[in-house]
């Protein structure tokens, strides 16, 4: 049985108008609405994603189980030796909670530039992770440079994976299953985020490098995390370049050139917005935007 407030018959188009949408009052509530639901049910959190579907000629499930108002998802906590991020947190949010935060300079960069502030306001960084077909999303490559994690709660308990591993397996994740979590490490770094907007500040991008950089007293990089992102379907890390900069003198030039010498493994999606070549042929500026950005951090 499910307790809490239900919103019926929401005046969308009436062929694609979900049944219900259900808003939790906490997150043990949510995980029963999912199970109960099944394949027919769905998170909902900002809703920029979802509510962009029929756009995408996409359906809209039956029922939606909203998570806005369950207060351990809408929390960052920021320890010691890591910061949880709640799926539910919104990109200006998460921005606003990581300023005066110099080695998380990058995803702050990532959450505070994003689409518009309008959009800031409303999406979530949970939805920006689990929406399989967005490609563009900024905070995905920024936290794949920071060795996140991503926690997934059932009603049998939570699991822990790194980043990467769930973005491989997200778009078959189960229904009753909800991404609760981030967990960012925190050490000496770092960090910068670099994008290319279509036509002007709030577009999506047409392509994304993030990188974590760690450096010595003589400026000479001992550990690199680069990642990018709109350039192909989903965002990776870049371990060739990774390598190429370690035990080198950390220069934005240097590290462009090395970069253009390292594209060819990109393979860039064409879209109506701009074509593969052109996102691949853009990394090297980026990367040197990025390390400028690092430089002066």
């Not at 000629?57 to 189980?65: A, D, F, G, K, N």
């Not at 990018?228 to 989903?234: C, D, I, L, N, W």
């Not at 370049?241 to 253009?260: F, H, I, K, N, V």
């Not at 064409?270 to 070549?277: E, H, L, M, N, Y």
Request: some cysteine.
């Amino acid at each position: 049985m499910i307790s809490g407030s239900p919103i019926q018959n929401i005046p969308v188009s009436a062929r694609d108008a979900p049944a219900s949408i259900y808003v939790a009052p906490s997150l043990a509530a949510a995980l029963d609405a999912l199970n109960e639901y099944g394949p027919a049910g769905a998170p909902l959190a900002g809703g920029t994603w979802i509510m962009r579907s029929p756009i995408r000629h996409e359906p809209l499930r039956s029922h939606y189980v909203a998570i806005g108002r369950i207060a351990e998802l809408t929390a960052v906590r920021i320890g010691s030796d890591a910061i949880e991020i709640g799926a539910a947190v919104t990109h200006a949010a998460l921005a606003a909670a990581l300023a005066g935060l110099p080695e998380f300079a990058g995803l702050a960069a990532a959450a505070g530039g994003s689409a518009n502030s309008a959009i800031r306001a409303m999406a979530t960084i949970g939805g920006n992770l689990a929406a399989s077909e967005f490609a563009a999303a900024d905070c995905v490559p920024a936290l794949l440079c920071l060795d996140a994690d991503v926690e997934i709660s059932g009603r049998d308990g939570r699991d822990r994976i790194g980043l990467a591993d769930f973005l491989a397996v997200r778009s078959a994740l189960a229904p009753g299953r909800l991404v609760t979590r981030i967990i960012v490490p925190r050490a000496e770094r770092k960090t910068a985020h670099a994008r290319l907007p279509l036509r002007r500040s709030g577009d999506y991008p047409v392509a994304i490098v993030s990188l974590s950089l760690s450096v010595d007293a003589a400026n000479r990089v001992q550990a690199a995390r680069i990642a990018v992102g709109s350039v192909e379907p989903s965002a990776r890390r870049w371990p060739r370049l990774e390598a190429a900069l370690l035990g080198r003198p950390l220069d934005a030039a240097a590290a462009a050139r090395t970069a253009a010498e390292l594209t060819d493994e990109f393979v860039g999606r064409d879209s109506v917005d701009a074509p593969g070549w052109y996102r691949v042929s853009v990394l090297p500026g980026l990367v040197r935007r990025a390390a400028i950005a690092a430089l002066g951090s």
